[in-house]
């Protein structure tokens, strides 16, 4: 069995994504895991997500710490993506990534030096659609992580009401 995603499986998340404006992405804190709302980026899932966030925010200081985080999207299907992220300073990236909403929601340009991207790299996914059934996609453990895998290269699909 391969351990590459399946095109047609790493489309149908790209989809499902797309049509959610807003993620709800959950880290872990030393008093246990939080959950906020985050604005869906407007770029092609390609096994990484990408958010904006400031230095001065919980997250950043949560992610600094402990980088296992859950990215949900609920939308007409639900999807949850669990991975590994990162701080990115990256002003290139930064600029790609700007638009007119953020510097509304987050009152800055994306040269501030207080702006960063969280960058999310996918290990594994579920998504549920109409129906019973959950469809679980393990990624590519070692292009994400650079580790071997860790049991995560299966594809399976699991029925959730008997």
Same mark, same amino acid.
């Given at each position: ?8 499986? #790493?489309?149908?998340? /790209? ?10 992405? !959950? ?10 709302? #985050? ?17 001065? !925010? ?8 402990? +980088? ?13 993506? /669990? ?17 007119? #909403?953020?510097?509304?929601?987050? +009152? ?21 659609? !109409? ?11 070692? /292009? ?5 895998? /860790? ?12």
């Amino acid at each position: 069995m391969s351990n590459m995603i399946k095109q047609e499986e #790493m489309e149908t998340l /790209r989809e499902l994504i797309k049509e959610v404006d807003t993620a709800m992405l !959950t880290t872990v804190t030393e008093e246990g895991l939080v959950s906020r709302p #985050m604005k869906t980026q407007e770029v092609e899932f390609d096994g990484d997500l990408w958010f904006f966030t400031k230095k001065e !925010t919980n997250k950043y200081e949560e992610i600094l710490h402990d +980088q296992d985080v859950n990215v949900a999207y609920a939308g007409k299907s639900y999807v949850s993506v /669990r991975g590994r992220a990162e701080i990115v300073e990256d002003l290139d990236k930064k600029k790609e990534l700007w638009s007119k #909403m953020y510097e509304e929601i987050m +009152q800055t340009s994306y040269d501030d030096p207080n702006v960063v991207l969280i960058k999310v790299k996918a290990e594994a996914a579920e998504y549920w659609e !109409t129906g019973n059934f959950t469809k679980k996609i393990a990624f590519l453990y070692k /292009r994400m992580t650079g580790q071997s895998s /860790r049991s995560t290269d299966v594809n399976e699909t699991v029925e959730l009401n008997n």
